[in-house]
C-alpha cells in the first residue's frame, strides 16, 4: 500500500513545501485598519508556517489540509480528504488585534477629553 499527499483541487503530486514569510498584504490592511501596531500583528500572525503550493493548478493548502491517495497492492486508488485544521492563532491575533485597537482608542479618547490626565 502506497500512500500520496496530492493536491486537493487537481489531484496533482506535484507539490511545493514552502515556509509562509511575513505576509505584507494583511499587514498593511491592519495598518489601514487598526493602527502600525496591529498591522505587524496581523501581517506576523503566521510567519514560520509551513504551507504547501501545487505546482500544477497553483491551489495553497496547509499541512493537513490536502487529499492523501492509497494505492493498494492490487492496484486500486482511492482518495481521502484531510480536514484543514482549524487555524485558532489566525482567530487569537484577530482577538490580540481589537485589544491593541481597543485601548488606543480609549486612551485616545481619555486625552481628547483631559490633555492632563496623565501628567
Ligand atoms: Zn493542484
Redo the contacts with the bound molecule.
Keep these: 500500500m502506497k500512500e500520496t499527499i496530492i493536491?486537493p483541487?487537481?489531484?496533482?503530486d506535484q507539490l511545493s513545501a514552502n515556509q509562509k514569510g511575513f505576509d505584507g498584504n494583511q499587514a498593511t490592511i491592519g495598518m489601514l485598519t487598526g493602527g502600525a501596531l496591529a498591522g505587524v500583528a496581523l501581517g506576523m500572525h503566521d510567519s514560520g508556517k509551513i504551507q504547501i503550493t501545487?505546482l500544477?493548478?497553483?491551489?495553497k493548502f496547509v499541512p493537513g489540509g490536502g487529499a492523501v491517495k492509497t494505492v493498494d497492492d492490487a492496484g486500486n486508488q482511492s482518495i481521502d480528504y484531510m480536514e484543514p485544521p482549524v487555524d485558532t492563532n489566525r482567530r487569537n491575533s484577530f482577538i490580540v488585534a481589537f485589544i491593541l485597537i481597543a485601548v488606543l482608542l480609549v486612551l485616545a479618547i481619555i486625552l481628547m477629553n483631559n490633555p492632563f490626565a496623565f501628567l
Excluded at 9 to 12: I, Q
Excluded at 56 to 59: R, W
Design positions: 493536491c483541487k487537481c489531484h496533482s501545487c500544477k493548478c497553483g491551489n
